[in-house]
Nanobody, 120 residues
Framework: QVQLVESGGGLVQAGGSLRLSCAAS????????MGWYRQAPGKERVLVAS???????DYADSVKGRFTISRDDAKNTVYLQMNSLKPEDTAVYYC??????????????WGQGTQVTVSS
């Protein structure tokens, strides 16, 4: 019903920047919360940043001041601008969207993940 497609991952040196994008498509009436999570090898998936329909943002302490989340509701897209990247930011990044469908049901959806690797 809803697909999330991520892009923008890759390999970057420490101190560099990347911008992740996640576009949602399908039977969407409205997207409530959108977020970015990451999962490093051998670790649990954790929240990196989230943004609700009103534009309120929340960040993990480890990325505050370096990452910025934003959304474009006309495009059903969420972005994550990542600056001053560190090797410990290396992980697979997943986007998530809590969606109200056109039949008024609500479901949560995940993207397929995009690899971010930061070299020292």
């Amino acid at each position: 019903q809803v697909q999330l497609v991520e892009s923008g991952g890759g390999l970057v040196q420490a101190g560099g920047s990347l911008r992740l994008s996640c576009a949602a498509s399908g039977s969407i009436f409205k997207i409530d919360d959108m977020g970015w999570y990451r999962q490093a090898p051998g670790k649990e998936r954790v929240l990196v940043a989230s943004i609700n329909y009103g534009g309120n943002m929340d960040y993990a302490d480890s990325v505050k001041g370096r990452f910025t989340i934003s959304r474009d509701d006309a495009k059903n897209t969420v972005y994550l601008q990542m600056n001053s990247l560190k090797p410990e930011d290396t992980a697979v990044y997943y986007c998530s969207a809590h969606v109200m469908l056109r039949d008024w049901r609500r479901n949560n959806y995940w993207g397929q993940g995009t690899q971010v690797t930061v070299s020292s």
